[in-house]
């Protein structure tokens, strides 16, 4: 590098100065905002039941004896984890109201002749279960119907396996003990369903993925902020397109040193935001004065493993975003599509939801993809680390961000 | 009016005089496009590597049938043998292994007559979780129908003495006509009643709230570019008194052309649901989205600042508005002052409708009372 390309590097030096407090102070006060919202999250969940995860409103013909064994059953003698907590609600109303306050997940309205049409084995009357239609796409729903589902084919198996034996019963003309068989199957199946985890044996391997949900989301906020911070590098580049470019080559500053010395200016600025999260967050927990914090930020985050990571996944998606921003450039078009893409390769990359959520081809995507490679260096830091394929990834991907950088500065200049 | 019209044609001219311009539209319906075909890709919460150990049997067969053909919470793979299956679950592959036993029927006839097995279903799992919890009843519905036939039988043979020629006469269980479906799902709260599909897509459903963040940040850009605009005294045959109004323009040009391109998008990716409504939400959304940009950058006297605002509010908008995740009810009341809000929630309850309409002539009435505060000054 020579002494203009070093001058130029104290010009972007000063720049990235100029402009740094502000950026910082965004960057503090949103993560601050977040760190808010998840401690209020936390500390709500912290306050319920621990092992109740979904609670289910219901309503309508609640009195039979029998609804209120099953609803019994599945609370105290349910042993498969599933932990559903039902709260009774008197009208639809108040438990719509509930739904809307997120009090409950759903509530399951039994309507007149249910249990009469359950009894007789007309199945005629369906349980209505209700939920928000801000669900409706998510995945809760999934779950919701899943184990719907479930309880479905636990309900009309038992209640085939019941009329089942009493044909048999008729057609053989047993009379006199009739109910009493009827009964004793009837109980039977009951306690097997709510004891049916005696069916498996489960062993927990006591491997916990790579990350918490806590960790998951934190890292995923990391990369979806560093990756739609380009938006905001224009302010970097604001003069860019005036014939600066071309000034600055023949100044001796060639197209080599201008998009090293720009880069590295932006991926200062960017790393030095996040450090500065990381710092403050890092400060707040070790001090221990709040507790839901040490929940959400667990001592992993704070290792020299994921400080490395952190250097990373700026360095990638800085240079993703950098290769962009030259080719698209500053205007409305640029914006548009750098926009779009971040979104959109953060989504691929697991960012959104959780890689495993998503079809094996984004995971596939993901390894390629800047956001991608960024997010397995932040989630593996510290436990097995990213894969030899992510970090021969992370190189290539460098280099050819680099080279489209360099491709889309000698453009800009022969236009210029 | 012919004056604005002719400004409005210029300002479009100026846009679409840039092929570029034309191919980054044209990309953002590719990406949308393809996008949508990616997510119809197999995809559940959670994997789950199978091993059958017995491959003439047929229960368990029938089982793996079902795995393959149903679409559900889960992604099956299946494996050669119990330790590969393990094996998935060690290497992060899978989040759990189901190991089928040898001769699963005859467990189950044995489970039913004398008590529940020895040897069961055995169930490897990396740690447990509600997702995983869940998957184990799925696991259990689809054994559970035959261990109800199997204790049928054991009563029959037990408590009323009946062999197996009499079942020969009177197995009816095959036949016992039970509608399996006792559930009817709904999202009637907070929308109107209607049944929920059978195929979620929840990959596939956050397009739409991308795009019309989209829309939002086209707005943002259309500001930011007026600006330069106007610091390079593009603008400046203008009276100081109008140039809050051209910005207004211009914007409203980015978001118009914005709005149309998610139109296509989202028709050609197959999105929509009901196409009155969406159409017209789309359109009430295009005018939201077009005010609250011209609000929100009047806030900011310097390109430079506002565009560094953008990132964080994208963000913001994102945790927000229902895109990926629903934010929790305490943040209802910020998330009403974002259009995507509303727009979004239109496409599960057409109510909304109403709370567009009414967003309007709010957002007219504070975009004027801010330019009567700041008059004649620049923002």
């Given amino acids: 590098m020579n002494n203009r390309s070093l001058s130029y590097l104290r010009l972007q030096y000063k720049r990235a100065k100029k402009l740094l407090p502000g950026i910082l102070a965004l960057f503090l006060a949103f993560f601050a905002v977040i760190t808010v919202v998840a401690v209020v999250l936390y500390s709500k969940r912290d306050e319920k039941d621990s092992k109740v995860r979904y609670r289910i409103g219901i309503m309508g013909e609640t009195d039979s004896s029998f609804v209120e064994f099953g609803i019994k059953a599945v609370e105290n003698l349910d042993d498969i984890g599933t932990a559903l907590e039902f709260i009774q609600f008197a009208d639809e109303k108040e438990a719509a109201r509930a739904i809307d306050d997120n009090e409950i997940s759903v509530y399951i309205f039994i309507p007149d002749g249910f249990i009469d049409s359950v009894e007789c084995g007309r199945n005629d009357i369906k349980l209505i279960c209700v939920a928000h239609e801000r669900n409706r796409d998510s995945i809760q729903a999934v779950v919701i119907r899943e184990l719907l589902y479930s309880a479905s084919t636990f309900l009309t198996a038992s209640q085939c396996s019941i009329f089942s034996l009493q044909e048999v019963m008729e057609k053989s003309g047993i009379t006199g003990s009739f109910w009493e068989i009827t009964d004793d199957i009837n109980l039977r199946l009951l306690l097997d369903i709510v004891s049916r985890s005696e069916f498996l044996k489960v062993k927990n391997i006591g491997i916990s993925g790579a990350e918490g949900i806590e960790e998951y989301y934190f890292c995923a906020v990391i990369v979806i902020m560093l990756s739609l911070f380009s938006l905001a590098a224009n302010t970097f580049f604001v003069k860019k397109g005036e014939g600066l470019e071309r000034q600055l080559k023949f100044g001796g500053v060639g197209t080599f040193g201008q998009v090293l010395t720009e880069y590295f200016s932006y991926f200062c600025v960017s790393f030095l935001c996040l450090l500065a999260v990381w710092m403050t967050a890092l400060a707040i927990v070790k001090s221990g004065i709040n507790k839901p914090l040490l929940g959400i930020f667990p001592d992993r985050l704070f290792s020299a493993d994921f400080f490395w990571a952190l250097v990373g996944a700026v360095m990638i998606i800085s240079a993703f975003q950098f290769a962009l921003y030259e080719i698209c450039g500053a205007g409305i078009g640029g914006m548009m599509i750098q926009f779009v893409l971040a979104v959109f390769t953060c989504f691929i990359s697991g960012t959104f939801y959780p890689i495993s959520f998503l079809p094996d081809i984004f995971d596939t995507l993901g390894t390629f993809l800047p956001a991608g490679i960024g997010m397995r260096f932040l989630l593996y830091s510290g436990t097995e680390g990213p894969s030899g394929l992510t970090v021969a990834a992370f190189f290539g991907i460098l280099l050819l961000c680099f080279g489209a950088s360099l491709y889309g500065r000698n453009k800009h200049m022969e236009r210029a | ?379």
């Fill in chain 2, 1 to 379: 009016m012919r004056e604005l019209f002719t400004r409005l044609f210029l300002f479009q001219k100026r846009l679409f005089k840039s092929y570029g311009f034309i191919a980054l539209f044209l990309c953002v319906v590719a990406i949308t496009v393809g996008f949508k075909g990616l997510s119809s890709a197999e995809h559940g919460a959670l994997k789950i590597s199978v091993y059958i150990d017995d491959r003439a049997d047929k229960l368990a067969l029938g089982i793996k049938d079902r795995m393959a053909r149903g679409k559900s919470l889960l992604r099956y793979s299946f494996a050669d043998s119990a330790d590969a299956a393990e094996g998935a679950v060690e290497s992060g592959k899978a989040d759990a292994a189901w190991i089928f036993p040898r001769n699963l029927a005859q467990i189950l006839d044995d489970a039913a007559a004398e008590g529940f097995p020895g040897e069961a279903i055995r169930v490897v799992q990396r740690e447990e979780t509600v997702l995983l919890s869940a998957s184990r009843n799925i696991l259990v519905s689809f054994i559970y129908p035959e261990y109800a036939r199997a204790v049928y039988e054991a009563y029959a043979h037990a408590e009323l003495g009946l062999s197996d020629e009499d079942f020969a006469l009177y197995d009816d269980f095959e036949h016992m006509n039970v509608n399996e479906n006792l559930f009817e799902i709904n999202f009637s709260v907070g929308g109107s009643r209607e049944r929920m599909a059978e195929d979620i897509n929840y990959i596939a459903s956050p397009i739409r709230g991308i795009l019309a963040l989209w829309v939002l940040l086209c707005g943002f850009a259309g500001a930011v570019y007026i600006r330069r605009d106007e610091s390079a005294g593009k603008l400046a045959l203008y009276p100081l008194t109008k140039i809050q109004g051209i910005r207004a323009e211009f914007i409203g040009v980015v978001v118009f052309d914005a709005t149309i391109i998610m139109g296509i998008s989202l028709f050609l990716s197959g999105i929509p649901t009901d196409p009155a409504i969406d159409v017209l939400s789309l359109l009430l959304y295009g005018i939201c989205a077009w005010l609250f940009t011209v609000f929100v950058s009047g806030f900011f006297a310097r390109s430079e600042s506002l565009v560094v605002f953008i990132p964080f509010l994208m963000v913001a908008s994102m945790i927000l508005c229902p895109v990926f995740i629903v934010s929790p009810a305490f943040l209802e009341p910020l998330s009403t002052l974002n259009p995507a809000f509303f727009y979004l929630r239109c496409v599960n309850n057409p109510a909304f409708i109403f709370n567009q309409l009414v967003y309007i002539p709010a957002a007219m009435l504070l975009i004027v009372l801010w330019s009567k505060i700041i008059k004649g000054g620049k923002i």
